[in-house]
């Protein structure tokens, strides 16, 4: 069991954020957008994204919420926390809302279902958005 867990944290230490979405990040919170995580990642992984995006306004695990994409309730779980932040308004409307991960079933098709404008992010080239740059640049046209 030891090895086992020994190899888990391992990888989990191994994981490192695209420089694209650093990127992205920065420009998006540069212009006061609010930003966060929604993910099926299992518990050991969430502590990586924190520590690799420790500036988000909110994080929506599965695990935490008891509900993975694509069901509604965690896309909710997300618009939710996000309205709880200082000087949100509450109520904020989905369709204000974006959503981009690699995941067309998830990230684009489940996040679309309950009104977020989801994206599907290609990183071969075979779709519209090739990275987070170009996810940042759409969303602040």
Known sequence: MDEIENALQAEVDSIEAY????QAIAMLQERGVALGVCSNLAKPYGAAVKRLFPSMDAY???FEVGAARPDPRIYQA??????ARPGQSA???APGRWMVGDSARCDRDGARAVGIKGHYLDRSGASTIQDLVQFADLILE
């Open 19 to 22: 420089p694209d979405a650093i």
């Open 60 to 62: 929506v695990f599965s």
């Open 78 to 83: 997300l618009l939710e926390m996000i309205d």
């Open 91 to 93: 109520g904020a409307t």
